[in-house]
């Protein structure tokens, strides 16, 4: 008796600690440096309709924010990367000086840090939009009727949503004009 009551109870603490990560965005199918057609509609065989969206800065080692948006969800992944000192090099740097009157090349040697980037992948807990006036709210699975409508007439230019994580803070970021404009053929069906 006392076995099965182990068992159920560690079944049970199982199961709640699977369904803990519910209502959440799921994790793009595509990363930043995918060979995709960015803010354009597409066929894909596993969603059916789809566009993506690119948003990233401008360093190598700064954030990319990658979307997709279907009629099966939207789903989203913020990378980024940070950067700490891994040890020290020695390079040999020139630079010109004057000796006895000429002007020679001198060699020296320079200690240049050596960094390691390490990756980091997340996906937001929920999207925020402001649409003509309207708020709305995505976490996961189907988009609601009223989300879906709101997306298919966006006004044309860049859409800024917010980004809320599991911890509270919020991010706020753009979906490009294209995209923005590929939502009217992608959710066109479902309005």
């Known amino acids: 008796m006392k ?5 159920l109870g560690l079944s049970a603490g199982l199961a709640l600690s699977l369904c803990s990560t519910a209502g959440a965005v799921q994790p793009a199918p595509v990363e930043g440096n995918a060979n995709v057609q960015w803010s354009k509609v597409i066929s894909d065989p596993f ?11 401008p360093s190598d080692h700064g954030y990319v924010f990658v ?3 279907s009629k099966g969800g939207i789903r989203a992944t913020y990378t980024w990367y940070e950067s700490a000192i891994d040890g020290y090099r020695t390079v040999w740097r020139s630079r010109w000086v004057h000796r006895k009157g000429k002007k020679v090349e001198e060699q020296y040697p320079e200690q240049e840090p050596v960094y390691r980037y390490t990756r980091f992948d997340d996906t937001p ?6 649409v003509n006036g309207q708020l709305y709210t995505y976490e996961d699975g189907a988009i609601a009727p009223e989300l879906v409508t709101a997306l298919a007439n966006a006004p044309a230019g860049n859409m800024r949503i917010r980004l809320v994580w599991n911890n509270g803070k919020t991010k706020d970021i753009e979906i490009g004009k294209g995209t923005v404009e590929a939502w009217k053929t992608v959710f066109r069906d479902r309005t």
């Not at 807990?125 to 402001?130: C, D, E, G, L, N």
Request: proline share 0%; hydrophobic share 45%; net charge neutral.
């Open 125 to 130: 807990k929920a999207i925020m939009f402001a």
């Open 47 to 57: 969603d059916g309709t789809v566009v993506y969206d690119k948003n990233f800065s």
């Open 3 to 7: 076995q099965q009551f182990f068992g």
């Open 67 to 69: 979307t997709s948006w």
